[in-house]
Nanobody
Framework: HVQLVESGGDSVQAGGSLRLSCTAS?????MGWFRQAPGEEREGVAA???????SYVDSVKGRFTISKDNAANTLYLQMNSLKPEDTAMYYC????????????????????????WGQGTQVTVS
């Protein structure tokens, strides 16, 4: 049973940067970062397959970068040019189920497609 441990959340000013980390205790085929603000639905921010295919929500393209160190089983989210609307609890999620590339492009950032979740780390931008 894979477990995820996240870190890196903090309070920053608009325009600042943060890097989130998520370490998995076992094998994963795809991982992602999700966020949820109070009163909002959980949103898929970025996801990545083990082979390196990436998917981003439009609102973070050009500002956020997802990356992964497969040897260390660690997923990162580099967040630059942060905006107040990026404020949320950020969650790491993972799945060990293999998927086709076309499926990942269509569904890779849907929260319901991930079965393992971290505890969340708060990002506040003011």
């Amino acid at each position: 049973h894979v477990q995820l441990v996240e870190s890196g959340g903090d309070s920053v000013q608009a325009g600042g940067s943060l890097r989130l980390s998520c370490t998995a205790s076992g094998y994963t085929s795809r991982m992602g970062w999700f966020r949820q603000a109070p009163g909002e639905e959980r949103e898929g921010v970025a996801a990545m397959t083990r082979d390196g295919v990436r998917s981003y929500v439009d609102s973070v393209k050009g500002r956020f970068t997802i990356s992964k160190d497969n040897a260390a089983n660690t997923l990162y989210l580099q967040m630059n040019s942060l905006k107040p609307e990026d404020t949320a609890m950020y969650y790491c999620a993972a799945s060990s189920a293999a998927v086709e590339l076309w499926w990942f492009v269509l569904h890779g950032r849907e929260p319901r497609e991930y079965s393992v979740w971290g505890q969340g780390t708060q990002v506040t931008v003011s």
